[in-house]
């Protein structure tokens, strides 16, 4: 099965380079997704890596490292409306259900 | 209109009772999902499938079931309601056929009180 962990709560200044990192546990490895959660919202999907590397969307970028089985969320010109909730995620097996981590809480400060 | 659609949004109800909570997607995906939220737990799996005749329990399926009536819906069932089953549910879909189930589609969630 799958184990991921994610610091519990992220604190920034608006501007400023935000990193969330994502360590997993797995007996095999197959990407790594990100979603957001607003308060009272539905997760919404912002990225996946399937190889190692980093993948850019505008402002946020993941970046997955296998041999290190780890990977990370980053956020360019942290926004207020950035402060929410964010997961990784990882599938079970090949086309498999996905397991999501705890959850980090970001808080952008004006 | 929202593609996917979760039934009721709110729902208060006492121990013992039996409560459906329903989903309904327009996406066109084989594949739904039965989450719960509780604070500092991410989300957990209850029950997914991945076509309508293909149903798998999750991570914590104990004391729930599901029918996936057709492809387009999936619901979820409290035989015996009880208050640790107090949370905010999440129905999701993935598309397998495009190759892109990484991406979750998630519905706005359905609050579940049990008194």
């Known amino acids: 099965g799958q184990s991921l962990e994610q610091p519990s709560e992220v604190t920034a200044v608006e501007g400023a380079i935000v990193q969330i990192n994502c360590t997993y546990q797995t007996s095999g490895f197959y990407g790594l997704s990100w979603y957001q959660q607003h308060d009272g919202g539905a997760p919404t999907f912002l990225s996946y890596?399937?190889?190692?590397g980093l993948e850019e969307t505008g402002r946020f970028s993941s970046f997955l490292s296998r041999s290190d089985s780890y990977g990370y969320l980053l956020l360019q010109e942290l926004q207020m409306k950035d402060s929410a909730s964010y997961f990784c995620a990882a599938p079970e097996g090949y086309g498999q259900n996905f397991v999501f981590g705890p959850g980090t809480r970001l808080s952008a400060l004006p | 209109d929202a593609d996917v659609t979760q039934t009721p949004r709110n729902r208060i109800t006492k121990t013992g009772k039996r409560i459906m909570l329903e989903c309904s997607q327009t996406?066109?995906?084989?594949?739904m999902y039965w989450y719960r939220q509780d604070p500092g737990l991410g989300l957990r799996l209850i029950y997914y499938s991945f076509d309508v005749k293909d149903i798998n329990k999750g991570e914590i399926s104990d004391g729930y079931s599901v029918s996936r009536q057709a492809q387009a819906k999936f619901s979820l069932s409290l035989e015996s309601a009880i208050p640790n089953q107090t949370a905010l549910y999440f129905c999701a879909t993935s598309d397998r056929t495009s190759g892109s189930d990484y991406e979750q589609f998630f519905g706005p969630g359905t609050r579940l009180t049990v008194l």
């Open positions: 996406k066109g995906h084989d594949r």
């Open positions: 890596n399937a190889l190692d």
